[in-house]
């Protein structure tokens, strides 16, 4: 027998059920009974707090007429589902106002509520056939009504859901409506209890809210007849029936009723749990004949013996193995444990709780729909003997436990924190952009064969617990923090502000609880709402701290952890993402945090942690080299931590696609300039609380000589000997260290370069888009451990909006002001009228952090009034000053374009640094790189010389035009134009046409 594979559709198949539904009520009582109802039950009130407590979703509206004639009325504009009728109505009798409702809408389900069950005894028999659909009695709880309600749902869905699910059913038979009434509401609260309890942990709330939707349904009958009918038409759904002893039989009271109706389904399904309930003890004799349970109706115990028979009999509870004579053998839990208890009982054990259906039952109460509607029709006469049928059950729920391992989400449970789960979410709300890519790239890499394709080679995400949004939320409105974010306080204002708030006492036993857990080092990263969405990515915006989570206290380490988050949630305010948001469509306010608790890939080498190295590659080339192209993509490695790279700090850049080209390389000088001479790493000892107060100073830089010393050199470095000037690719020569990845690009030791490929080439295809990732690598000393590949990180690349192509081919020379063959962007831009030139002559490397402060001036000048273009030598926005002028984006915000000028002594070298890269490139910005030894790329400067001076600064000018430039960026290609304003040709005057004056 071929096994069918389990998959998640059972999600798609839960969202289908329950499709018809009471939406509207409409409550027809005497002003007085709708007091006792609303002011004295809290109706409403009741209604909707049952609904949450027993986690069911759309809540009914009740709406109340207080004459017959305002309930017609009522019913002639708004379509209701369901009309509850009191017993005293002023204007009309009840029984001629039903009669009048089932004439008028002979669809509508009419129920009679009466707070007594005298008030019924008066109604004749023919009313309560024909002008009702059944009598109740409120008990001053609003749950009866959740019961009516559920029980109507029950009825108009069952025939449906079992076909769509293969749902189960409970057959409850009673006449009494005091009694129904009463035992009802308990049955469904009890049962969306277990269902609750029961339901995997790692479901999310949306999902328990699904699995709800999967609970056994009720049908009532209150007579044999009706009975009968229910069970011949769904005997294979039918959990087990509740009955009376004493109810209708061909309509007349048969005190026997019940014993009857159990000897009849006995005959049929020997394995059907049931309940015989009565007013009389002595009946319990009765319900011992036909093998059934027995309830006493005014057993001060009743809830708990209801619950108990529900538990043990309806799958709820453990799954008890039993042998055929009722000894207990095992009990289990979960599905693991069932697997192995399936492996060993009995055989006849095994086929006895194979043909009562329990494991098919007990899996259904637990929210396995599919697994138990597979398991169901198993007929154990299929098999050649009883190792086939254990083998076929245990590969059926393996698939099953495979797929549950696959769910990229997790809850943290209350009191324990499962080192299982990859992925842990500690608090509701939403993810946040970074998390959420965190969890796509998991479900990504489970989903492929990029493990097979790679054996050899651990590939994973690192351990991350999220914090969501909603603990952001609770923290800015319980500490009144809304005022001082949204003001101009300075960022480290805002940080004192921040962490002299407090967490919720909630959260504060979360974050307890996973403190206890985890001894590895952390990374407490941002994720906020708009970070690494496709439109508004702001990389880098947002603080990361790294904790060495080494101290043996575990207060101090929950108390640096809690400062981290604070800081991180303080960051959402700081300026930078203030002036980054204020550009875009959105408003800071919109803005919510994210928190990820991240495990940090690495090794400890003495008194420092750091992977072998980090990385990051791009699907996109913004900037080919040689014969490389565009959509070949483009990667950067660097030592140590990946602060190198998003800095902008020296790395080693190569496309995945022809690892041996390095053009950064192309002379002994240049790799010795352009080579990583430093590395991060956190330090594990000393006291890390301090680096908090500083997020810069969170990590350290060490120099090559240590990451030789501590042998991690040795995957990254070769040297340029002294004895030849020529680089080897080995530490045992004297000479300069440089980084070159040689063992990792040239020798391929680790297949790097292959798994690039395959996750850009991946990325693209799920999200549809060019694809950034960021990752760590692990090489280990030890040969028998293989090496780990982590995926940090993965998120859209902004192309730009328009992607027509820009004709730049009938622009005449006189007209251009600036023309690169290096741009990024895509699009047109005519509304810049100022630019900002740092001067070639004036500039020197040693003065860059003072042209940095010049350029900020003018930025505030005009950030909200006039976009400017930005001119200069050098590297923009990097975080070493003799490479470039170093700007935040704070400083440049109000820049439209900017262009990075070559200059002779100081070659150009396009700006990579990730975040400032992705935030330009996010904001639609025009980047320009002009080679200045390129006859296809140029600047005039003689032209900007002649044109208005707004400002003059020591190292920096503004010039303002009369009209706007026009800029032309072609996405595709990487060309870009800036064209001189238009000139206005004045036409000579027609002196016949003149007026004269």
Not at 306 to 314: E, I, K, P
Request: charged fraction near 25%; charge should be positive.
């Amino acid at each position: 027998m071929k096994t069918v594979q389990f998959t998640h559709a059972d999600k798609l198949t839960l969202q289908d059920l329950i499709f018809h539904r009471i939406h509207e009520i409409l409550l027809v009582a005497s002003p007085y009974d709708s007091f006792v109802l609303e002011e004295d039950g809290r109706l409403t009130e009741q209604i909707l707090h049952e609904y949450m407590g027993m986690n069911f979703s759309n809540a009914p509206r009740v709406w109340q007429a207080s004459t017959a004639a305002d309930a017609l009325t009522m019913l002639s504009r708004q379509d209701f589902d369901l009309i509850v009728v009191m017993m005293r109505i002023a204007d009309m009798d009840p029984i001629l106002f039903c009669s009048k409702i089932k004439e008028l809408y002979p669809q509508k389900p009419v129920i009679l509520l009466a707070f007594d069950e005298s008030e019924i005894k008066q109604l004749p028999e023919e009313f309560q056939k024909s002008s009702i659909d059944n009598v109740f009695i409120w008990s001053g709880n609003a749950n009866v009504l959740l019961a009516i309600v559920k029980l109507l749902e029950d009825k108009m869905n069952i025939k449906r859901d079992i076909k769509k699910a293969d749902v189960r059913c409970i057959i409850l038979i009673e006449d009494s409506p005091r009694y129904y009434s009463l035992i009802l509401p308990m049955i469904y609260k009890e049962i969306s209890h277990q269902v609750k309890e029961m339901v995997d942990k790692s479901a999310s709330d949306h999902e328990r809210l699904l699995y709800m939707r999967g609970r056994p349904r009720i049908l009532l009958a209150r007579s044999y007849e009706e009975a009968e009918r229910y069970f011949k038409r769904f005997r294979m759904s039918t959990l087990g029936i509740i009955s009376d002893i004493s109810f209708p039989k061909k309509d007349k009271l048969d005190k026997n009723a019940g014993v009857k109706f159990a000897r009849w389904a006995r005959s049929i399904d020997p394995s059907i749990p049931i309940m015989l309930q009565s007013k009389h003890n002595k009946n319990a004799n009765l319900a011992k004949e036909v093998q059934a349970h027995f309830l006493y109706k005014d057993s001060p115990a009743l809830l708990r013996e209801l619950r108990d028979f529900v538990v043990s009999n309806f799958g709820f509870g453990d799954l008890i193995f039993r042998t055929p004579k009722g000894k207990e053998i095992i009990r289990v839990s979960d599905l693991n444990e069932l697997v192995n208890a399936i492996k060993s009982v009995p055989e006849q054990s095994l086929l006895y709780h194979a043909k009562s259906n329990h494991f098919s039952n007990w899996l259904a109460a637990h929210g396995y729909l599919g697994l138990a509607s597979k398991v169901r029709p198993i007929n154990y006469a299929d098999f050649k003997g009883s190792v086939e049928h254990r083998n076929y059950l245990i590969e059926l729920i393996n698939n099953t436990i495979q797929n549950l391992k696959a769910r990229q989400v997790v809850e943290m449970q209350r009191g324990k924190f499962d080192h299982s789960k990859r992925f842990i979410q500690i608090s509701g709300g939403s993810l946040g952009g970074k998390a959420r890519g965190l969890a796509f790239a998991q479900k990504m890499i489970r989903s492929s064969n990029i493990r097979k394709s790679y054996p050899d080679v651990i590939i994973n995400i690192p351990h991350v617990a999220v914090i969501g949004t909603d603990s952001f939320d609770e923290f800015m409105r319980d500490n009144n923090l809304w005022n001082d974010a949204l003001s101009n306080k300075s960022n480290k204002q805002i940080n004192n502000r921040f962490i002299k708030s407090t967490f919720t006492k909630s959260l504060i036993e979360s974050l307890k609880l996973f403190i206890k857990s985890v001894k590895y080092p952390l990374a407490v990263r941002s994720s906020s709402l708009l970070e690494d969405s496709q439109y508004q990515p702001l990389s880098g915006m947002y603080a990361t701290y790294m904790l060495p989570n080494n101290q043996p206290k575990a207060k101090q380490r929950l108390d640096d952890l809690i400062t981290a988050i604070k800081l991180v949630y303080a960051s959402t305010f700081y300026q930078d993402p203030k002036s980054l948001i204020s550009r875009s469509v959105h408003r800071i306010e919109e803005e919510k945090m994210a928190v990820i608790l991240m495990e940090m890939v690495g090794q400890s080498y003495n008194d420092r942690y750091y992977p072998s190295f980090s990385g990051t590659a791009q699907s996109f080339n913004f900037y080919p080299i040689s014969y490389m192209k565009r959509n070949e993509g483009v990667a950067h490695l660097a030592l140590g931590l990946g602060r190198t790279i998003a800095n902008g700090e020296k790395s080693l850049r190569f496309s995945p696609k022809y690892p041996g080209i390095l053009p950064q390389y192309y002379s002994i000088k240049a790799t010795i300039d352009s080579s990583q001479n430093s590395f991060y790493a956190m330090r594990l000892k000393g006291n890390n609380s301090s680096s908090l107060k500083n997020e810069d100073k969170n990590l350290s830089s060490f120099n090559l000589k240590i990451a030789e010393k501590d042998g991690s050199l040795k995957w990254s470095g070769s040297v340029v000997s002294n004895e030849d000037n020529i680089i080897r690719d080995t530490l045992s020569q004297n000479g300069t260290r440089v980084i070159t990845f040689t063992p990792i690009l040239k020798w391929s030791m680790l297949p790097l370069v292959d798994i690039l490929n395959d996750l850009l080439e991946m990325g693209k295809d799920s999200l549809g888009c060019e694809v950034e990732i960021e990752f760590a690598v692990n090489i280990f000393e030890d040969q028998n451990k293989s090496p780990e590949f982590s995926l940090l990180q993965i998120k859209p690349m902004v192309m730009g909006g328009s992607r027509e192509l820009i004709n730049m081919d009938n622009e005449t020379s006189k007209s251009i002001l600036c023309n690169s063959k290096v741009t990024l962007g895509d699009g047109f831009i005519d509304s810049v009228q100022h630019i900002v030139l740092v001067d070639p002559k004036r500039f020197r490397s040693a003065n860059t952090k003072a042209i940095a402060k010049e350029i900020h001036q003018f930025n505030n000048i005009m950030v909200n009034k006039s976009p400017y273009i930005l001119v200069g030598p050098g590297r923009w926005g990097s975080a070493d000053p003799w490479l470039g002028i170093p700007v935040s984006w704070e400083q440049i915000s109000g820049a439209s374009a900017i262009i990075e000028i070559g200059i002779k002594d100081f070659p150009v070298d396009p700006s990579f640094g990730s975040h400032f890269f992705q935030n330009v490139t996010s904001m639609r910005l025009g980047y320009f790189t002009i080679d200045n030894n390129s006859k296809d790329e140029s600047f005039d400067y003689n032209w900007l010389k002649k044109q208005k001076v707004v400002k003059n600064k020591k190292f920096t000018t503004c010039y303002k035009l009369e009209r706007p430039l026009r800029i032309k960026i072609d996405g595709q290609t990487g060309n870009g134009i800036i064209l001189k304003p238009k000139t206005i040709d004045i036409e000579p005057m027609n002196e016949q046409e003149a007026s004269g004056i």
